[in-house]
C-alpha cells in the first residue's frame, strides 16, 4: 500500500495519515480524478460506436 500511495500521490501512507494538509490534499486531487473519470464515461456512452 506504501509504494501505490507514494506513486499515485507523492506521499506514504504514514504521512498521509499524520498530516491532515496533506490528506485533504490527497483526497481533494481522488475526488477530481473520480469526476473527470465519471464525465469522460459520460461522453463515451453517448457517442456512437464503431464496432459491429
Known sequence: MEK???SSHGV???TYM???D???D???KREA????SQEL???LE???SNHI
Open 4 to 6: 501505490a500511495m507514494h
Open 12 to 14: 506514504g501512507y504514514e
Open 18 to 20: 499524520r498530516k491532515h
Open 22 to 24: 496533506v490528506r485533504m
Open 26 to 28: 490527497v483526497e481533494m
Open 33 to 36: 480524478d473520480y469526476k473527470k
Open 41 to 43: 464515461l459520460r461522453d
Open 46 to 48: 453517448g457517442k456512437p
